[in-house]
């Protein structure tokens, strides 16, 4: 029943996404306006709804150049590159969901991950010269039953006639959060030009989270092959994660690309293994070393659409962790 409601709940914002892009007129500004919702789900992967076992984030990015010159200039730090740039306001709101082995049980379970929640905002900025991308974002939120995730779940679940989870009760204390994150990636560093007559490239990115919530440093690549790749860095993820890029540069054909990746983080926190920051709550012990690998497909298409798949697989995150886990991604971007 459980992966019934993962069903039911993707298929949902997925809808919703439509929704939107058929709506899109009204948010539509001069030359450049996108907006994607990812949807992450661990019924993609290895089917169990445990751990990190759903995140739904919607972003928007404002047109290219949509920034004041003295705000870029400014801001000009954060690009490594010294070549012109365009710029880009991004907003977004999203909400992560985490659980342990078994929602069935209503008792404190120790030796795995308690339930938590974080619901939050976001507000950043990318620089991007058609190679290289440079990014800055701030999440604001709410860490505990702020973030609503039992509300959620739980009314989800009584949709569909789906038994309750028990263990909400057991979940981390309210508590602010604020995270302040930068990556930067350098696009078309390529092996070789041309694959069997197809484009391929290759994009080494270096970033990393300073705050209560998350702190880590990360660095990894991605693989990219496909027809005409297409002006992206990959599709969009939820931290921690890959990185991709919120905006693409579509066209008016069908082009499509295979990818594949890995990451690697060195985590200082992490909230919802370590438990509240200032009050007392259930807390495993992580690990100072987490991976990420990734494999997916992407298409454009109707000259202003992004579709993409990701599997990912990451390794374990704290001790007496059973199997490492398992999960999709799915992100659809409209361009205005």
Do not use: C
Not at 10 to 23: E, F, M, P, Q, T
Not at 150 to 174: C, D, F, M, V
Not at 306 to 332: C, I, K
Request: cysteine-free; proline content about 6%; charged content about 20%.
């Amino acid at each position: 029943m459980a992966a019934m409601y993962d069903s039911l709940s993707v298929r949902g914002a997925l809808a919703a996404a439509l929704l939107v892009v058929v709506s899109g007129p009204a948010w539509a500004a001069p030359d450049g306006w996108a907006m994607n919702l990812t949807v992450e789900n661990d019924l993609f992967g290895s089917g169990l709804d445990r751990h990190y076992t759903n995140g739904m984030l919607f972003t928007a990015f404002s047109p290219k150049g949509d920034i004041p010159d003295f705000v870029h200039d400014k801001a000009s730090w954060l690009s490594p590159f010294k070549t012109k740039s365009d710029s880009r306001w991004s907003w977004g709101i999203g909400q992560n969901m985490f659980t342990p082995e078994d929602i069935s049980v209503k008792e404190r379970q120790n030796h795995t991950r308690p339930y938590a929640g974080w619901l939050y905002g976001s507000l950043g900025m990318v620089n991007e010269d058609g190679r290289h991308l440079s990014s800055v974002e701030a999440n604001f939120g709410m860490v505990g039953p702020a973030s609503l995730a039992r509300q959620t779940q739980t009314i989800w679940h009584k949709l569909i006639s789906s038994p309750r989870p028990q263990g909400w009760a057991n979940q981390l204390e309210n508590e602010p959060g604020l995270v302040l994150s930068y990556e930067y990636k350098y696009r078309n560093i390529k092996p070789i030009d041309s694959l069997f007559g197809y484009g391929v490239d290759l994009t080494p990115h270096v970033g990393g989270s300073v705050g209560n919530v998350y702190t880590y440093g990360a660095t990894g690549v991605t693989f990219r092959f496909g027809n005409d790749l297409p002006g992206d860095y990959g599709p969009p993820r939820i931290r921690p994660s890959l990185g991709g890029s919120g905006f693409f540069t579509p066209n008016d054909k069908f082009d499509w690309y295979l990818f594949v990746g890995a990451e690697g983080r060195a985590i200082a926190r992490n909230i919802f293994l370590d438990g509240n920051t200032f009050s007392g709550s259930q807390r495993v012990n992580k690990k100072h070393l987490v991976g990420d690998a990734q494999a997916g497909i992407a298409f454009m298409a109707l000259e202003k659409m992004r579709m993409s798949f990701s599997w990912v697989y990451r390794t374990r995150e704290f001790d007496h962790q059973g199997d490492p886990d398992v999960f999709g991604a799915f992100n659809l971007s409209y361009a205005f």
